[in-house]
C-alpha cells in the first residue's frame, strides 16, 4: 500500500512538470520557453501606439552568426514588435558556401516573421570606409539593385525605391562621431532620414544635438551579429531599441513614423528623443492618485525607471513601483535626468503638466 502510494505521488509531480508524449517519453514542458515571450512594458502615447523595433540586424547571409528566422525568434522572445533585417550589400564572407541572392535572408526571416504575425522590414546596410561610413536602407523592395559601385548612386536608387536612410554608427570605429561634408550634403537635400545615437553597447552623444538640430529621427539598434545572448547575457533582454509613435500596426505605419520623425532612441535605461514624445511617454507611464491635499501615490505602469531632480531633491520612480510623493507646488520644475532631449540636455517638466492642480 505505501508504495502505491509513492508511486501515485510520483506519478502526480512527473504530471506537474512534465507532458506525456508516449508510453515511455516525457516532455520537461516547463524547460520550453520556444514559445514564451517576455514582455516589455512601455505605454502607448497619445493615440498612437509605442512599438517596440530593432532596424539593424545581421544574419549569416552577411557576416551575422545567426540563421535569419532565428533573428525573428530572438526578437520576439525579447518583446519587440518588428525587425529590419540589414545584411551587409558589400561585405558576405560566406557567399562562397551560401546560395541566394541579396534578398534571400530578408526572405527566410519574413516566413518565418509571417507565421507568428511579426513584422519583418526589408534592409540593407551600405557600407563604405569614412568619410561616408555605413548607412541603412530601410523598407527598400529590391537590394541587388543597390549592389554598385558608387554608394552614393546606392543611395539613390534606395531611394528611389522609397527607403528610410540612417546613418548608422557615426561614432564607431574611430571612437569619434565626425560630420563629414558628406553628410551634411545628404541630409540638407533630405537624403539622410535618421541617424543612431546608441547603436550595440555604445551610444554618442553630440549626436543627440544632430537629430534636434537636423530634424533627424533618433534611432537606437543592436547591429548584433552574434546569437543576441550570447551578447547582452540571459539576463539583460533588453536590447537597444527604437520607440516608434505609430498610427497602426503595420510597416507601413513605421514607415510612416519613422519619415514623420516620431521615435524615440532607448537603452539600458536612457532615452533620447524630442521633448514632446519624452514628455508624452512619461506622462503615460505615471498614473497618480491624490490620497489628500499633500500626499499622493504615483504608480510607474512602465519597465523605464525614471530619476528626475527638482532643486537639491531626488526622485526616483522605480519601474513597476508605487511611491508616495508629497504633492509640490504647481510651478515646481522637474529635470529627468534619464530622458534626454540634446547633448547634456534634459527633458524637464513642470508639475502642472500632470493634469492634478
Ligand atoms: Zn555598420
Ligand atoms: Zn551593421
Known amino acids: 500500500m505505501k508504495k502505491i502510494f509513492v508511486f501515485l505521488m510520483f506519478c502526480s509531480v512527473l504530471s506537474l512538470h512534465a507532458q506525456l508524449r508516449n508510453s515511455d517519453v516525457y516532455e520537461i514542458t516547463e524547460m520550453n520557453y520556444s514559445s514564451v515571450r517576455n514582455e516589455i512594458h512601455i505605454p502607448d502615447v497619445e493615440g498612437y501606439q509605442t512599438l517596440k523595433c530593432d532596424f539593424h540586424i545581421h544574419s549569416i547571409f552577411s557576416d551575422g552568426n545567426v540563421w535569419p528566422d532565428v533573428r525573428v525568434s530572438e526578437a520576439w522572445q525579447d518583446g519587440l514588435d518588428a525587425i529590419a533585417i540589414t545584411d551587409h550589400i558589400e561585405y558576405r564572407p560566406k557567399k562562397e558556401i551560401l546560395k541566394g541572392d541579396l534578398n534571400e535572408s530578408y ?27 555605413h548607412l541603412n536602407a530601410l523598407f527598400i523592395n529590391d537590394a ?35 560630420f563629414y561634408p558628406v553628410h551634411d550634403e545628404l541630409i540638407k537635400a533630405g537624403k539622410i532620414h535618421g541617424v543612431e545615437v546608441f547603436n550595440y553597447m555604445e551610444y554618442y552623444p553630440v549626436v543627440f544635438d544632430w537629430c534636434k538640430q537636423m530634424n533627424l529621427a533618433f534611432m537606437s539598434n543592436s547591429d ?131 493634469d492634478i492642480w
Open 224 to 354: 548584433i551579429h552574434d546569437p543576441i545572448h550570447t551578447s547582452y547575457g540571459i539576463e539583460n533582454n533588453v536590447r537597444p531599441m527604437t520607440l516608434v509613435l505609430a498610427k497602426e500596426r503595420t510597416v507601413e505605419s513605421i514607415k510612416e513614423a519613422l519619415f514623420a520623425k516620431r521615435s524615440i532612441a532607448y537603452f539600458h535605461g536612457m532615452l533620447v528623443g524630442k521633448p514632446e514624445h519624452l514628455k508624452g511617454l512619461l506622462k503615460a507611464s505615471l498614473k497618480i492618485r491624490i490620497i489628500n491635499e499633500k500626499q499622493a501615490e504615483i504608480t510607474n505602469i512602465s519597465d523605464i525607471t525614471y530619476r528626475a531632480t527638482a532643486g537639491s531633491n531626488l526622485y526616483i520612480l522605480p519601474a513597476q513601483k508605487t511611491i508616495l510623493f508629497s504633492i509640490p507646488q504647481p510651478e515646481t520644475v522637474f529635470t529627468v535626468k534619464n530622458c534626454y532631449t540634446g547633448n547634456e540636455e534634459n527633458l524637464t517638466i513642470s508639475a502642472s503638466d500632470f
Open 144 to 178: 541587388m539593385p543597390l549592389d554598385v559601385e558608387d554608394p552614393l548612386q546606392a543611395i539613390e536608387e534606395a531611394l528611389r525605391q522609397g527607403a528610410f536612410i540612417m546613418w548608422n554608427h557615426p561614432g564607431w570605429p574611430d571612437d569619434k562621431s565626425t
Open 107 to 133: 526572405k527566410i526571416a519574413k516566413k518565418a516573421g509571417d507565421a507568428i504575425g511579426f513584422m519583418v522590414i526589408k534592409g540593407a546596410e551600405i557600407t563604405r570606409s569614412k568619410p561616408l561610413g
